[in-house]
């Protein structure tokens, strides 16, 4: 058996030990040309090569290549080219997308020509939201959310590219008077960890550089501790919006993204989301693509992976409310589109037992909900208290007929209800056993007689 040409990264143990040995006995490097593994290789002094070592491994991790998998290299050259964007429209990055013209009037021009977006997530807000852009860019969608919110709603702009933010904040004062209200802010994090203020952090370290790994240290802990007190605090956000940015974060990180998207909304908060999918899952090669990965091609989630992320996370109600049928973009025949879904949170929590039941509209014969409930068509189903809220609010208040019981059951006083039972309603349990009329259904029909 040849063990030199095995294939193994790592030599045989044995072989492992003469390369200790011929350093550890040769320290002021006097062997030369000793054999190594079964190569011959100049054998160079310890703390020699121990340094060249170091060099060698400094410059590999300061220089990512784009050719490794993991997406190595990719969040810098969507830095780079969105810093170029924000200095000069880039044609190639533009997804013909329209607004509501009348929130565009207010926003200047050079915000309006260096929009990158694909969609408009800002017709999901209303009045009185608290708003978070993920990757907001030149801020047209955060100046077009302050105009939809108003003056008692919020605007948060969240991107990590100075270029841009520099961009977003030099008509801050402008856009603010000519809509009549201030209530945006842009702030520089990365959108997969919205803990951490890089405007802060970066001062810091303007004040105290890491020349050392003692100092890197201290940074690692300081950013712990900054973690303990996060940017964006958990459950703040009435509404999430991104206009084509979801894409571009590396693959590695897109988890984190929805983890973080999930943990700053508040209970019962949503978010509306347009970006660019593909049709068919994008092979690694072209993930390797640095200018198709911050051209928002390659790193486009494929359609169900897209919705699998966000069931992932714990969103409910996740819905397409925007599909465009012409792609943007073709790649080796792989279509490439913008999409705007919709999504909620606030599933979570204890499930009461309320006597309440839904009975669904149809046309489907049944359907089966992010929490596993199958809802028959027709059928009075018995749901928890939690459900039967999440069912009676958008997106499914429609598809509907929400039955409560005659009398309330305070959830003090409430009894624990399996939401993994599927079962049917009695109408008795809802309308209580001893039930022959209420006196709120008298006025209606009694007076007159004969109508129903
Ligand atoms: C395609 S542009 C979209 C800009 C804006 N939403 C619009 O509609 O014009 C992408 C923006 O997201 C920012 N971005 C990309 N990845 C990011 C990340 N991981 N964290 C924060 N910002 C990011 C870029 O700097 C850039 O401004």
Redesign the pocket.
């Known amino acids: 058996m040849n063990h030199e040409n095995n294939g193994n990264a790592c030599p045989p143990a044995g072989r492992r030990g003469k390369h200790k040995s011929v350093i550890a006995s040769d320290p002021k490097g006097l062997l030369r040309g000793a054999h190594i593994f079964g190569e011959e290789r100049q054998v160079l002094p310890e703390k020699y090569s121990r340094k060249k070592r170091a060099v060698k491994q400094s410059r590999r991790l300061l220089r990512p290549t784009s050719g490794r998998p993991r997406n190595d290299g990719m ?1 810098q050259a ?2 780079d080219r ?2 170029r ?2 200095k000069a429209k880039e044609e190639a ?1 533009c997804c013909p997308t329209s607004y509501d013209p009348k929130y565009l009037r207010v926003i200047p021009k050079e915000i309006l020509e ?5 969609g408009d997530p800002s017709r999901y807000l209303k009045e009185g939201d608290t708003v978070l ?6 801020g ?2 955060c100046y077009i959310a302050s105009q939809v919110v108003g003056p008692k709603g919020r605007v948060i702009g ?4 100075p270029a ?1 933010l520099e961009l977003a904040r030099k008509y801050q004062k402008e856009a603010g008077d000519r809509i009549g209200w201030h209530n945006v802010e842009f702030v520089r ?4 960890d919205l803990r951490t203020d890089l405007e802060a952090l970066e001062e810091s370290l303007k004040r105290e550089p890491v020349r050392s790994i003692d100092d890197l240290f201290q940074v690692q802990e300081a950013l712990e501790r900054l973690k303990g007190v996060p940017l964006i605090e958990d459950e703040s956000i009435d509404v999430i919006v ?4 979801l894409n ?3 693959s590695e ?1 897109k988890k984190t ?1 929805f983890r973080e998207m999930h943990r700053v909304l508040k209970k019962g908060g949503r978010a509306a989301i347009s970006d660019i999918v593909s049709d068919e899952s994008v092979p690694q090669k072209l993930q390797e693509d640095p200018k198709l990965w911050s051209g ?1 091609i390659s790193g486009a989630f494929q359609e169900k992976e897209f919705f699998k992320a966000f069931e992932e996370a714990g969103f409910y109600g996740i819905k397409i409310e925007k599909f465009d049928e012409r792609p943007w973009r073709i790649v080796r025949g792989i279509e490439f589109r913008s999409m705007t879904i919709t999504a909620c949170k606030g599933k979570e929590g204890p499930c009461w037992e309320g006597n309440q039941a839904v009975i669904y509209r149809g046309p489907w014969k049944q359907v089966v909900d992010d929490d596993g409930h199958v809802l028959k068509r027709g059928v009075r189903t018995a749901v928890c208290d939690k459900t039967f809220q999440i069912y009676s609010k958008a997106p499914y208040q429609d598809e509907f007929i929400l039955v409560p019981p005659s009398k309330d059951i305070p959830l003090s006083k409430a009894k624990h209800f399996d939401c993994h039972r599927q079962m049917e309603r009695d109408p008795r349990e809802t309308k209580g056993k001893r039930f022959t009329k209420p006196s709120a259904m008298k006025s209606v029909c009694m007076d007159g007689g004969g109508c129903c």
């Open positions: 969040e969507v830095r969105y810093a964007g924000a990055l260096k929009d990158y977006g694909c852009d993920l990757g907001s860019g030149g047209k969608i969240v991107d990590f590219n841009m994090a990365r959108i997969q991104s206009n084509c940015v571009l974060v590396r990180d993204l928002c």
